[in-house]
């Protein structure tokens, strides 16, 4: 706002649709060895002051309600060292079976190794993919070199986008947010000015945004984007 001299409305709405031009309607499926993981946001229950008011947050009918699921997939470069190539992600109500196996459907080519940690959500795609799993109460590690530290490292990141930079996530478009720091993942070597000319040659060749063309008029996006 301050930097082009406009009002924050204005910043607020062009920023949206940056995010929006980064959106893929049709990305690649990802194959080779490929990570998968899920983090919680906008989930925090503030405790009580007092401890006998305290209740146990783990419990479902003591969460919040807004509370969503994160869902992402790296596939790992094929040189060592050289971290995620390419990342997905999407958004549910939860880390489940249901939506682990669609997320997956959608976006990992058949004969994929998939790494995950212990979580159940996992356990059906033992059924279609080689599965190398890592239990973290335990290890960080496995003893094959069985890992998700490309996910963790991506989550590690998109905590500090929401805490420093964004502040808040809103559910309604919680799945641009976590695009856009899965694009920032995937261009990370390379320069300003080649994400500057991606970036705008999307937006090129975007069509009219249908959620923010009147946004501050009352075009408002109606419901949240979920796998």
Known sequence: SRDLNVQYKTAFVLAHKLRESLMDDQPALLDGEVEIDAAYVNGHVR?????????????????????????????????????????????AKSESEVSVQAFVARHVEAGTVISADESNAYNALHANFKMERVNHSIEYMGKNGENTNQ?????????????????????????????????????????????????????????????????????????????
Not at 70 to 86: D, P, Q, T, W
Not at 165 to 192: I, M, P, V
Not at 205 to 221: A, E, L, P
Request: proline share 2%; hydrophobic share 30%; charged share 30%.
């Open 47 to 91: 405790p009580q002051n007092r401890i006998e008011n305290r209740v146990d947050r783990r419990k479902k009918e003591n969460q919040d309600p807004m509370k969503r699921a994160v869902l992402v997939l790296r596939e790992r470069h094929e040189v060592e060292g050289m971290g995620g190539f390419k990342t997905v992600t999407a958004v």
């Open 151 to 227: 996910a963790e490292s991506f989550f590690s990141r998109f905590r500090r986008m929401q805490v420093g930079q964004t502040h808040n996530f809103g559910n309604l478009y919680l799945n641009r947010y976590a695009n856009e720091a899965a694009y920032r993942e995937d261009t990370r070597r390379k320069s300003n000015g080649q994400i500057f000319s991606d970036v705008m040659s999307r937006c090129a060749t975007s069509h009219v945004s249908r959620d923010f063309c009147g946004y501050w008029q009352g075009n408002k996006k109606q419901g949240e984007t979920l796998i």
